[in-house]
Every structure is written in C-alpha cells, then in structure tokens.
C-alpha cells in the first residue's frame, strides 16, 4: 500500500513533556549570529546611547536615578539572557516565557517588576505580515525589551529620547513602557489598514477576469491573516486594562491616562477586525454564490439545448423505424419535408425561448 503523503507543517511549539519548568529553550526560528545590546539611558537634560557587546556593561544603569531602556536582540543567546535574569532577580518563569517565542500576550506583575509579553507586527516589502515577540520588562527605573532579531517598530520613540521630542524625557520608566506598547500598537492600524485595502481589492477581483483559484487563495490567505492579527491583538485588552488599574507604586497615576488612551486605541482597532473578518467570510460566501452562479448559467445552456433536441430526436426516431407500411417513408418529398418540420420546430422553440427571457 502506498504511503499517504503528508504536508509538512512548522512545529510552533517545541517544549518538551515532562521538562523542568522555568528551562530556557528558545522555540523561535531566527538564529542571530551576532548578540546585538543597545542602551539609553537619560534624564530631562541629558542622555546617553550606547552599542554594548556584554550585558555586564548595562548592570551599572540598574541602580542610577536615570531612566534607562536596555534592548536584547537575539534570543538563542540563552547564557545571556540568563546572566540578565540572575542580576534583575527575575522569575525563571519569566526567562522561559522570554524565550518561548510561541507565547501568548500576557502580563504578570510583581512585587519589583512588570512582565509583558506582546506581538510587534507590521507587513513587509511582498506585503506578507511579519510578527515578532517582544517581551519588557519594566522595574523602578528600568526597562529592558527582548527581540529575536534586528529591526523593530520603536524607531520613533528613539528619535524623541535623541531629540528630546514630547515629554518621555522628562518621564520616568511607566511612560517608556507606554510608549514602547503605543508604538507597537500604532503599527496595528497600518496593519488593518493594509487589510483593509486587500479585502476592498478582492472584492472588486471577484467578478473580474481572476480564476476560480487564485480568487479562493487570496480568501484563505486573508482568512490565516485576520487570524494572526487577532490572536496577536485581542490579549491586549486585558493586558492594558490591567496595567491602567495598577496599583503599585511602579506606575504613576498621571501615566495611567495614557495607558487608557492606548486601550481605547485597541478597542477601535479590535472591533475593526472584527468587521473584516465578517467581510471576509462574506467574500467567502459571495466567491461560493459566485460558482453557484455560473454553474446554473452552464446548467441553463445544456438544458435549453437538451430541450431543443427532445422534439428532433423524436421526429428522427419515429422515421428511422423500419416498418414497411409507412406512407411516409415511399414520398418523393418526404426528406425535405421532415427536414422542413425540423427546422421549423427548432426555429420556433427559439423563439419560445427568447420571450420567456430563457435566452
């Protein structure tokens, strides 16, 4: 017997039965040949930006009365991210869920420090949505962020610490973290955006001149889409609605209205997605009404045609059985006058047709 073959899919989730909890496993698939460590570390008046290449070099930014944002790209360096957990005094649960890159949006608080684990998304060059987990780490006067590899949507927020734009200088740790999440979030609406453009362009693909099946694979890769959008975003309801009913001391209350604006940022942007995804089951719908519709058309035509030929068949059939008592089979004419009949019986019937709007 043959064996059946199977498509071959990605494993998303690699920790092991039966492994010890809080082991560091990284579960992602970029593998960062180089540990890339950038710190920022500032003050209303002052600032200072600096490429590392040790996590020691960044412990001495603990205890300072700066504010200070220390980011980890490359998350298969495992020793690393331990040395950083032991020195912050960190859970090892949270080391695990920094690594374990299939994780889902959360927050964890505690007594010194709030853990967040979210999903920066965005498209790229082919318009194929890219996501990434980043988890922070936000303590008195700290955050550090980790990314699995170069490149991220924060570029703004390090512009106004170089440039001194808007007040996150002259803010402590709470409002990095927030403008960290804002800009992860601001990045969400070009996704829907983006979404949005597509589903509208489908719509007017779907009586234009694509096939069958480029038409259902363009509907299945918004629906896998809409999907990873809306794993990746919903969580994060609960994730800022808790951090704007804090109640430690690591978040001011001045800065909990900006976490409530953010919340309301992630309410439009869910409830969008809701509406595409009903959009995009009604393109569903609409692309199977479509084949449902022209399958009918084709129906239509063979019956019509199946119809024409009933009465010919049956003129043709009774003059082509061999009795020899047929007055009609010895006539001269008799050819050309079946013929004749024939053609009119087609004639009118398509005519028949053609009033009945049939044609």
Same mark, same amino acid.
């Given at each position: ?97 920094i690594v374990n890159t299939s994780q889902r949006p959360k927050i964890d608080t505690y007594k010194d420090y709030i853990f967040i684990v979210l999903k920066m ?15 922070m780490i936000m303590g008195k006067n700290y955050v550090l962020t980790f990314q699995e590899s170069d490149g991220d949507v924060f570029d703004s927020v390090r ?31 070009a996704i829907i955006e983006t979404m949005g453009n597509k589903i509208e362009d489908l719509e007017d693909d779907l009586f234009t001149g694509l096939t069958q ?16 959008? #809306? ?123 053609? #009033?009945?709007?049939?044609?």
């Amino acid at each position: 017997m043959a064996k059946k073959k199977q498509k071959k899919r990605t494993q998303h989730y690699k920790k092991q039965i039966g492994q010890i909890p809080g082991a560091l496993i990284y579960t992602g698939a970029k593998q960062n040949k180089a540990l890339h460590l950038h710190v920022f570390d500032y003050s209303e008046d002052d600032f200072k930006e600096a490429d590392i290449n040790s996590v020691d070099e960044a412990f001495h930014f603990k205890d300072s009365e700066t504010a200070t944002w220390f980011n980890l790209n490359g998350l298969n360096f495992i020793d690393e991210i331990e040395r950083i957990g032991n020195y912050y005094n960190l859970h090892p649960l949270i080391l695990e869920d920094i690594v374990n890159t299939s994780q889902r949006p959360k927050i964890d608080t505690y007594k010194d420090y709030i853990f967040i684990v979210l999903k920066m998304m965005y498209y790229d060059d082919a318009e194929h949505i890219v996501s990434e987990q980043v988890s922070m780490i936000m303590g008195k006067n700290y955050v550090l962020t980790f990314q699995e590899s170069d490149g991220d949507v924060f570029d703004s927020v390090r512009e106004r610490i170089r440039k001194k734009k808007g007040r996150i200088r002259s803010e402590g740790a709470d409002y990095l973290l927030y403008a960290l999440i804002d800009a992860i979030v601001d990045h969400y609406y070009a996704i829907i955006e983006t979404m949005g453009n597509k589903i509208e362009d489908l719509e007017d693909d779907l009586f234009t001149g694509l096939t069958q099946e480029e038409i259902a694979q363009q509907i299945q890769d918004l629906k896998r889409e809409i999907l990873k959008i #809306r794993r990746a975003i919903f969580p994060l309801r609960e994730i800022i609605s808790r951090l704007e009913k804090n109640d430690n001391n690591l978040i001011e209350e001045k800065t909990t209205h900006f976490f409530r604006d953010v919340y309301d940022h992630i309410i439009q942007v869910t409830e969008t997605i809701d509406i595409y995804r009903d959009m995009i089951w009604s393109l569903m719908d609409m692309y199977m009404t479509t084949i449902s519709n022209k399958m009918n058309e084709v129906m239509k035509v063979l019956t019509i045609i199946a119809t024409i030929f009933i009465p010919l068949t049956f003129i043709a059939g009774i003059y082509g059985m061999n009795f020899e008592h047929m007055p009609e089979l010895h006539y001269q004419y008799g050819y050309y006058v079946v013929w004749v009949v024939m053609i009119v019986v087609l004639i009118g019937m398509l005519i028949y047709f053609k #009033r009945k709007k049939w044609l």
